[in-house]
Each structure stands twice: as C-alpha cells, then as structure tokens.
DNA sequence: CTAGAGTGCGTGTATATGCACGTATGGGGT
DNA sequence: ACCCCATACGTGCATATACACGCACTCTAG
C-alpha cells in the first residue's frame, strides 16, 4: 500500500489542474468559430483602445511578461492588436485594432452562450458558488514573489 | 463600458487557470530540490512495478496521449521510467525504474511538506473544503468526448 | 485467408507557461 | 557628464497541452 494506490488525487495541484483542462477544452468548444483560445480572448478582453503597457498588463493577468510577449504574438499577427510607441522608449504597449474589436464582439457573445451553457449543465446557483470558492481562494493564495537576492 | 471594464473575471475558466498558475508554482517551488515538474510528480505517483499501457494511464489522468508521450520523455530519459513489451505489439507500457522509485520517495516526501504549507497557510479545513469543491466540480463537469463523426 | 474497421502510437504544429540570461533605456548621485 | 542600479523587454530552453495526420497492428466479416 503506498500512496499512489491510495490516493493520487489528494494533490490540490493535481485537481486543480484538471479541472482547469475540462473547463478550458469546454470554453474552447464554443469559441472554436472565433478561432480563439480561451487564453487569447482573455487577452481581448483586457484590451482596448487605450494603450497598455506589457508589465502592466502582465501584472494585471498574472502572467509572466515572457508568457505574454509571446500570447500576444498571434494576436498582433492577425491584426487584432497591434504595437504603439508608449512615454518611454523602454515600454512597448498595445492596443485593440477596430478588427480586434469585431473580434472581441463576436468572442465575447461565443464566451457568453458558453458560460450560459455552463451553468445550464452544472446548475447557476453552483456555477455562483464555484466562482466564489475560487475567488477566495485567489484571495488567500498569494502569488509567490520572486526569490529577492 | 464594456464587459472589459466591467468584469474581466466573470469567468470560471480564466479564475480557475490563474489559481491553477498559483497553485503549480506553490507545489514547484517545494519540488525544486527534486527537479520535478508538479506533472512529473503526478506521473511517478501513478506508476509503479506493474507495466501499465499508455492509453490506459492516459485515461486515468485524463490527459490526451500524446501530452502523456511527451510527458513521460524526460522521465524516461532520466531513467526513471522504462518501457517494457505489452501483451500486444500496438501497446506500448512502461514502468518505474529502481531509481524512480528512490525519486518518487523523495518528491513524495517534498509534496507533503508542500501539502502540509498549503494547509498551514490557507487553514486545513479550508484546504479540505476547497478540495471537495473541486472534486464536487469534476463530478458534474464531465469531460467532453471526442466528436463521434 | 483477405479486406476493412478499429485500436494504439508517434510526430508535426501551435499555444501556454515560466526561468535564466542578455540588452537597452531611465534616473540619481557625485 | 558619468557610473550604477532599477526597469522593461526579448530570446533560448524546457515542459504542458491538445489536435490533425499518418503508420502499425489486431480482429472480424465473408
């Protein structure tokens, strides 16, 4: 008898991680006629005619700057983001397109019908319950700062 | 104002990815001494003596079989895991190795420590409920099959 | 026994994610 | 003006993840 007959899933890491791929394959079965993945219409959303700058954005989706240099990357492709000069030559920002923007449309009414979807399959009131359990979670679990030297 | 502005975070995919971020580099920052990913240490935990197939493992762990391919080739290259022949020439199985077994201790070792910070960190009854949460939510969000054609 | 359906795999391609390292710019103290 | 540090980025590398394709092997209807 050793742990891994008895219970691989006592990970909290492990469950999380696969909830998070039922959930992502699920968001992206209903935005698959966008042609976005979950990720990217994330970065949509967070997008707009105002230039942001890339730490600021990363910081604000808590993703690695690497992370989103290259998230971005098929997004400027396509011309639904594109690069301007921000106050200070060190800082690259970016803004919606007005194509970005028709994408970010079409998406986000994709993103609804899959969100209704969701609730519709799980139940609303235990959708609401879920969110707010995750959400004190992100509450409690700090992010780890990086190593100070 | 948009839903941009509005609520960014409404969504439970990108709520459970960015806990699902925390949460990984709390449990990797543990594992560090070992050099095991979280995913590496989810793989030795489900393998043993007895050879199981890939198709098989890959069911358990709910991961696609070639994410499970590509997985397993550090392991394998580290010499942890090994392949064996299966009952069919199309089966291809493996098992862990000696050493993996001496690693597996280790990082089980470090992955309570991590669970055990975990607790002490968030409350161990909110630990536990935020599990139950979790595998109550994997019960009712089943995994979407492959499209029948 | 043989053709075709079904099963199990690997590789190519693309995105997601983060760390280590190196480059460039901005700002202060002297 | 200059040096040094902090700030902001990009690239290389490695893993995580899944889909589309194509190959090899098994099994069964005829």
Redo the contacts between chains.
């Keep these: 008898m050793?742990?891994?007959?008895e219970k691989?899933?006592?990970?909290?890491?492990?469950?999380?991680?696969?909830?998070?791929?039922?959930?992502?394959?699920?968001?992206e079965?209903h935005l698959r006629d966008s042609g976005l993945k979950?990720?990217q219409y994330?970065l949509l959303?967070?997008?707009?005619k105002t230039p942001r700058a890339l730490h600021q954005l990363a910081s604000l989706l808590?993703?690695d700057r690497t992370t989103l240099t290259r998230s971005l990357k098929p997004l400027i492709e396509q011309g639904w983001v594109a690069g301007v000069v921000g106050p200070d030559a060190r800082c690259r920002c970016v803004v919606l397109t007005a194509e970005g923007r028709v994408v970010?449309q079409i998406a986000?009414r994709q993103?609804c019908v899959a969100?209704r979807a969701?609730e519709d399959?799980?139940?609303r009131d235990?959708?609401a319950?879920?969110?707010e359990?995750?959400?004190e979670?992100?509450l409690?679990?700090k992010?780890?700062l990086p190593e100070e030297n």
Tied chains: 1, 2.
């Design positions: 050793n742990a891994a007959t691989p899933l006592a990970c909290t890491g492990a469950r999380a991680r696969r909830l998070t791929r039922r959930l992502t394959s699920f968001y079965a979950l990720t994330s959303m967070h997008l707009d808590e993703l970010r986000l993103w969100q969701l399959e799980l139940g235990y959708i319950r879920l969110n359990q995750l959400e979670a992100l409690r679990l992010p780890l």
